[in-house]
């Protein structure tokens, strides 16, 4: 349990520290998506007491861009099919991401360009992920937060991905034989991914599902306002 609870305060310190808190209140879309600051509410129960079923006929837009044969690890460019959420409809679905950094102690997956956009007609842009902000993201992470965190608390259960529980992916496709956590940036499909006038959204949260599925050490992160939230020169900076 104490080991389970180290990937929990991973993930609420990367949201709290890096991207400014997990439920975050935002401005009204139509006035420039500014986000003031308040104070953040916690959701990491909901997704581990809440039995998420997965939406199985959604297949991902880029599915056919699958990482090609077993791996040890993943490098930048790979791509992979993994989970992610639509919190407003109650299910996890299959989406594909590419690795876009492999740290010491953490990879940085982030959904591809075509999943990552907001519903068609929709007016706000899709979200884009620079490698600047990967860069500093991964740093951040190696550097500061996985050692405080662990040197407090211990290290996290160790989770390799030879026990995923899906067994509809190539050999050892999530394999990673240190055991290090993946970083899963997506845009979470909570209320504000479909009503753009709704003042709060998901900005991070641990799902087990997530684990059983893929049998890693899994931090999710939402890619919503994005330029505001990440690096030292965001508006809204850790």
């Known amino acids: ?25 935002m401005a009204n879309a139509n006035t420039g998506y500014e986000f003031p600051d308040v104070e953040p509410i916690r959701l990491d129960a909901k997704f581990r007491e809440t039995a998420y079923g997965i939406q199985s006929d959604i297949t ?13 690890a993943g490098s930048v460019g790979d791509m992979m099919v993994a989970l ?5 409809n109650g299910y996890y679905f299959w989406t594909t991401f590419e690795c876009r950094a492999a740290g010491t102690f953490a990879e940085i997956w982030v959904q591809v360009e075509v999943d990552l956009a907001y519903p068609e007609g929709d007016p706000r842009p899709t979200p ?54 993946m970083i899963l940036v997506s845009n979470v499909r909570d209320e504000a991914y479909y009503d753009r006038d709704y003042p709060y959204y998901i900005a991070g949260f641990y799902s087990p599902t997530f684990e059983d599925y893929i049998d890693r050490n899994i ?6 306002d994005w330029a505001k939230r990440v690096g030292p020169d965001g508006s809204r900076p850790n």
């Open 128 to 181: 884009v992920i620079t490698d600047d902000q990967i860069t500093y993201l991964m740093a951040e992470f190696d550097n500061t937060i996985y050692p405080i965190t662990t040197a407090y608390f211990g290290d996290p259960d160790f989770h390799d991905g030879s026990f995923s529980a899906w067994g509809n992916v190539p050999p050892r496709n999530y394999y990673e034989e240190e055991g290090k956590s």
């Open 84 to 88: 992610s959420l639509d919190d407003y």
């Open 60 to 72: 991902p837009a880029s599915a056919g861009a699958s990482s090609v044969g077993p791996r040890s």
């Open 219 to 224: 931090i999710s992160i939402d890619s919503h």
């Open 1 to 25: 349990m104490k080991k389970k609870l180290v990937t929990t305060l991973l993930i609420a310190v990367l949201t709290f520290s890096s991207f400014g808190m997990a439920l975050v209140s």
